[in-house]
Each structure stands twice: as C-alpha cells, then as structure tokens.
C-alpha cells in the first residue's frame, strides 16, 4: 500500500528553492511552492505544514507570509519559520520577530537566534559567527516567551521548548560549503511536524536525520556532496514512516 506523503506548503527563497524541493521529496514530503497569495488558502486545505525562509525577502513576500500564516492559524496545521540573515538587517529581523507569535517551530544558525532574542549578535550575511554554546540561553528565552521549539544549527545543534534540551552532534564538515543546507534541515523539520504531533520531538528527529545521512556522505567536494547526500536521505525515507 502507497504511504501518504504530507503536502508542505513551502514559502521559500529563490536561492535554494529546487534543494529544498529535491530534499523533501527525498524524505517522503510532497513540497509544493508559491508566490501567489490567490492560492495560498487552496494550497493550505491540501497542505499539512507550512514552510516560510525570509531568505529573499520584499514586500510582497511579506504580504504573501502575512496572509498565509493567519489562515494556517486558522486551519491548525504547524508553522516553521527558517529566519535567513536575522541580525544581518533591521528588516530581515523585524520581519522574523514579528512572525515569532505565529510560529510552531524556529530554526536558525546561532547569530540568528542572539539577533531575534535581541542580545549581542554579529553577522556575516546569512553566515553565522557565534557558536551554538552562545545561543543557548537565547534559544531557551525565545521558546518560553513565545511558546515555540527552537532549533540552533551549527558544528553542535541545540533544540529547547525552554523547558526540553538537547545537544546534537554529527553531520559532515563540507556541509557549510553547500549553500542551503540550513534552509533543508528547516523543511525536513516541517515534513516531521506534519507526521508528528510533538514538534520538540520532531524536530529532534529531523536534525538526527540530517546529521547521521551527513555523515554517511562520504565524498571529496561539495559538489558531491550535494547530489550524494540527496541519495542518502532517500534511501533513509522509512525513517519517518
């Protein structure tokens, strides 16, 4: 019998649009993708979680993110927001704090988090320049104050809802050379939460998932790395059976 595989509605960058789709596919998710608020609530009925990366932001995408997590609200299906470049501009911070409220689940590098939690934060662009040590105690004040799963991705990962934690360690060290990988573990975390009912746990789930399929990925370049660490993740789609 054919499993049913979750549609998530992913709200995504222009950057790493077609890795994120390759990779939800590869996991057992059914992605579709739109910049067009006509089809967001039609596409929400169909849909059992929504993906939002500010990671190219504008004013009509934050129009389009607006519409869709209130209706997403309305219908009860679980909200991930991957805040690309928080603390890289007062816009991209702005736009991510105030969708906080919203959200079921954030995952960031640990410079977005210091930003959204309003502590010192620098930033290379997207790239982080804090370690996930630092952001610890950010994290655990970002989950209480807004009654969500925060997820900090780096060399060690760090998943809270402010009263869980766990550290993660694994992966591969060529994954910062492949851009998007963080925007990929987002998604992944909203494939789980639509199969299941405790985001802490699914998230947790999906960071294991990325770290031990990177590790797995034995190869020389990022190049290979990419294409190889799609065909891991497909053959480990039972994982979230």
């Known amino acids: 019998m054919e499993i049913e595989k979750p549609v998530i509605l992913c709200l995504t960058n222009t950057v790493t649009i077609n890795w994120v789709a390759n ?4 996991c057992g998710a059914a992605p579709i ?27 009509p995408f934050t129009a389009l993110v607006t519409h869709a997590v209130n209706s997403a609200k309305q219908i009860g299906i679980p909200i ?9 501009s007062a816009l991209r911070t ?26 010192d934060a620098q930033t290379q662009g997207v790239e982080a320049v804090h370690t996930t040590k630092e952001a610890m105690s950010a994290a655990v004040q970002l989950a209480k104050e807004n009654k969500l799963v925060v997820a900090i991705s780096g060399k060690e990962d760090f998943i809270t809802n402010g009263y869980r934690r766990v550290s993660c360690q694994g992966g591969s060290d ?18 789980c939460c639509a199969r299941m ?7 947790h789930a999906a960071v294991t998932q990325m770290n031990e399929c990177a590790e797995k990925t034995d ?15 497909f053959s480990e789609e039972t994982y979230y059976v």
């Open 23 to 26: 990779v939800l596919l590869a």
């Open 33 to 59: 993708m739109s910049h067009d608020a006509r089809e967001i609530d039609e596409l929400l009925s169909i849909s059992k979680a929504l993906y939002i990366n500010i990671g190219t932001l504008s004013a």
């Open 94 to 119: 702005n736009t991510a704090k105030a969708l906080l409220p919203y959200v079921d689940v954030l995952r960031g590098n640990a410079s977005e988090i210091l930003a959204l939690a309003e502590m």
């Open 174 to 191: 060529l994954s910062p050379y492949v851009t998007g990988m963080g925007c990929a573990l987002t998604a992944m975390i909203a494939a």
């Open 197 to 203: 009912s405790c985001h802490f746990d699914a998230a």
């Open 80 to 88: 991930v927001l991957d805040p690309v470049g928080a603390g890289a």
């Open 219 to 233: 190869v020389d370049g990022p190049g290979t790395f990419q294409a190889a660490l799609l065909d891991t993740l």
